[in-house]
């Protein structure tokens, strides 16, 4: 097991330098683009280079240690690129997800504060410069505008017109960024340092420069920002990697959007075992299977959700995926013990449970395959260093609780959340007074290393995949002029994936409608995060209790499956 004892003191950057050194042919990204265009293998030699271009281009716009770049792509090679480049200038990405609409995104600029936005343009039927441009609409006065970046995306034909993209700091094509003279490359960080950014920027209690931040939904009702340091981010990666036990020639296939904690994990740490990466802008389960076979992809790693309508496209196509030796899975619709017997009865695959989150990254734990332990499908699992440490705690008291109960996995290491970036003070609450970062998830001891996730504590939605706190959708509901009140609960669709139900209480008189609220939210929020109904009540129903009357969410549930008709009225 690893990794304490690895050599952290090279950045993101000087890794790379280094792989491409050693061997500049070897494809670390293939990328299956959409439809008819076929795919785009990059080597180490190609990132490297396209990393120094755009190194280079964030020196001329005096991006430096402690800067931020916002990077608001699909899962391109490029985005590797990007995180590459602000190591090597000491600057740190926060991704942005491509489904994020006019809040989220708002959001992210607000307490980012990035000096240069890189987005799309030309990417399927997703208009980035509309959503941006209602952005700059509502974004405060103090909030600094950024320079934008728009990259075309792969066959999207007519450039940009970079008049419209321009908020006010300007903006450039990245596909017309010119090849760097050398000079231009000197002194780029290829060992990590100490120092701040001219602004005081966020450091470590190791002097660790910021190097990548995690969009995560937190109490605020809008997502917080978990930023990790460079030497932490790099050690995690080590120490998954070693504990994945990757072989030459292995292939990670991952089509969860880089710009997520579990993307971004599996591929990096793909690339830290010595394997490449496989991934999908658009997840195109026909067109990913034919590559998977054709690449001979190793390694998997995402939901179950996912994975069964791969196997349902594989049913039809019987694609040749004899390669595929191991899976890492999340279980986010209770379907992955099937998926896994399905594996294993067809390829001789062996999939296993794993965990993490924004704030300790993916793959913090899973369960090994040869040690001790049984492995298991649920989550949970080994931590994969050995200065990772947890325990189970009583969530109410914080006392930790004896072997056998079941209470509050918290957790502590290098793995942990460094900072919230445009933290105004909510961020100590994710910790106890005694420094464990509180995961707010149910679990039950194993061994000294090893844990069972049970559930959420919470009552936080799973809605595509994404964790959603509803207090989100439901904060946004309320800020309707004809609204008092809302609550969202969850329900299973035909497919039995969880989709969302608004509840709303409105003014006497309203007018206002469930198809109005929805379109509401369709409005401001990501698509995801919409309800697939809104109801609207006379009351809510609610129970006494010691510290009030609190709405009985159970009853709304019960609501949430019924007809209209039956239940809470419209």
């Known amino acids: 097991m690893t990794s304490t004892d690895q050599t952290t003191a090279r950045t993101l950057y000087g890794h790379l330098h280094d792989w491409a050194a050693a061997d500049p042919d070897r494809v670390l990204?293939?990328?299956?683009?959409?439809?008819?265009?076929?795919?785009?293998?990059?080597?180490?030699?190609?990132?490297?280079?396209?990393?120094?271009?755009?190194?280079?281009?964030?020196?001329?716009?005096?991006?430096?240690?402690?800067?931020?770049?916002?990077v608001w792509l699909p899962s391109w090679a490029e985005s590797y690129a990007w995180q590459f480049a602000a190591s090597a200038v000491g600057a740190h990405v926060i991704g942005v997800n491509t489904r994020y609409n006019v809040a989220e995104v708002s959001h992210v600029l607000v307490k980012a504060r990035p000096k240069v936005l890189v987005t799309a343009h030309g990417f399927q039927r997703v208009d980035f410069l509309a959503t941006l441009r209602r952005v700059a609409e509502g974004l405060p006065e103090d909030t600094p505008t950024p320079f934008v970046l728009v990259t075309p995306a792969?066959?999207?034909?007519?450039?940009?017109?970079?008049?419209?993209?321009?908020?006010?700091?300007?903006?450039?094509?990245?596909?017309?960024?010119?090849?760097?003279?050398?000079?231009?490359?000197?002194?780029?960080?290829?060992?990590?340092?100490?120092?701040?950014?001219?602004?005081?920027?966020?450091?470590?209690?190791?002097?660790?420069?910021?190097?990548?931040?995690?969009?995560?939904?937190?109490?605020?009702?809008?997502?917080?920002?978990?930023?990790h340091g460079e030497a932490d981010t790099i050690h995690h990666m080590q120490s998954a990697a070693a504990q994945v036990g990757f072989q030459p020639g292995d292939l990670m296939v991952e089509p969860l959007p880089y710009s997520g904690v579990f993307g971004y994990v599996a591929g990096m740490v793909a690339l830290f075992g010595g394997a490449g990466v496989l991934i999908q802008p658009v997840f195109e389960p026909e067109s990913l299977l034919r590559e998977w076979a054709a690449e001979r992809g190793t390694h998997y790693v995402g939901g179950d959700d996912?994975?069964?309508?791969?196997?349902?496209?594989?049913?039809?196509?019987?694609?040749?995926?004899?390669?595929?030796?191991?899976?890492?899975?999340?279980?986010?619709?209770?379907?992955?013990?099937?998926?896994?017997?399905?594996?294993?009865?067809?390829?001789?695959?062996?999939?296993?449970?794993?965990?993490?989150?924004?704030?300790?990254?993916?793959?913090?734990?899973?369960?090994?395959?040869?040690?001790?332990?049984?492995?298991?499908?649920?989550?949970?699992?080994?931590?994969?260093?050995?200065?990772?440490?947890?325990?189970?705690?009583?969530?109410?008291?914080?006392?930790e609780l004896p072997d056998g109960e079941r209470g509050e996995l918290q957790l502590r290491g290098r793995?942990?959340?460094?900072?919230?970036?445009?933290?105004?003070?909510?961020?100590?609450?994710?910790?106890?007074?005694?420094?464990?970062?509180?995961?707010?998830?149910?679990?039950?001891?194993?061994?000294?290393?090893?844990?069972?996730?049970?559930?959420?504590?919470?009552?936080?939605?799973?809605?595509?995949?994404?964790?959603?706190?509803?207090?989100?959708?439901?904060?946004?509901?309320?800020?309707?002029?004809?609204?008092?009140?809302?609550?969202?609960?969850?329900?299973?669709?035909?497919?039995?994936?969880?989709?969302?139900?608004?509840?709303?209480?409105?003014?006497?008189?309203?007018?206002?409608?469930?198809?109005?609220?929805?379109?509401?939210?369709?409005?401001?929020?990501?698509?995801?995060?919409?309800?697939a109904e809104v109801r609207i009540v006379e009351d809510m129903p609610t129970t006494a209790g010691t510290n009030g009357r609190k709405i009985r969410t159970v009853t709304l549930r019960e609501w949430a499956n019924e007809p209209v008709a039956e239940g809470a009225g419209s």
């Open 29 to 70: 990204v293939t990328q299956v683009d959409p439809g008819d265009l076929g795919t785009t293998r990059v080597t180490t030699g190609d990132l490297l280079a396209r990393t120094h271009v755009l190194a280079a281009w964030l020196r001329t716009q005096g991006v430096g240690e402690g800067d931020c770049l916002a």
């Open 154 to 227: 792969p066959g999207s034909g007519e450039g940009p017109d970079l008049g419209a993209w321009d908020l006010g700091a300007g903006s450039a094509d990245a596909s017309q960024l010119q090849e760097p003279a050398s000079e231009a490359l000197a002194g780029l960080r290829t060992d990590g340092g100490s120092a701040a950014g001219g602004d005081g920027s966020p450091l470590d209690s190791r002097g660790d420069v910021l190097t990548v931040a995690f969009t995560t939904s937190g109490s605020t009702g809008m997502p917080k920002l978990a930023a």
């Open 306 to 399: 996912m994975l069964a309508r791969l196997r349902d496209v594989w049913d039809s196509s019987r694609e040749d995926l004899s390669s595929w030796r191991w899976t890492g899975i999340g279980d986010f619709q209770g379907m992955s013990e099937e998926i896994a017997q399905w594996a294993a009865a067809e390829f001789g695959t062996q999939t296993v449970g794993v965990y993490g989150s924004s704030e300790v990254f993916a793959l913090t734990s899973f369960w090994t395959l040869g040690a001790d332990v049984e492995p298991r499908v649920g989550g949970g699992g080994r931590l994969v260093a050995d200065d990772y440490t947890y325990r189970i705690a009583d969530p109410a008291t914080e006392e």
């Open 415 to 531: 793995n942990v959340v460094t900072s919230y970036l445009g933290d105004a003070g909510e961020g100590k609450k994710a910790f106890s007074d005694d420094g464990w970062f509180r995961t707010g998830d149910l679990a039950e001891a194993i061994d000294g290393q090893t844990y069972a996730y049970i559930c959420r504590i919470g009552d936080v939605l799973r809605l595509k995949g994404f964790m959603v706190d509803p207090a989100e959708i439901e904060m946004h509901l309320a800020t309707h002029p004809e609204v008092i009140i809302a609550k969202v609960v969850g329900r299973a669709d035909a497919a039995g994936e969880t989709e969302a139900v608004a509840f709303v209480v409105t003014t006497p008189g309203a007018t206002v409608t469930g198809e109005d609220l929805q379109a509401y939210t369709k409005a401001e929020l990501a698509r995801y995060k919409v309800p």
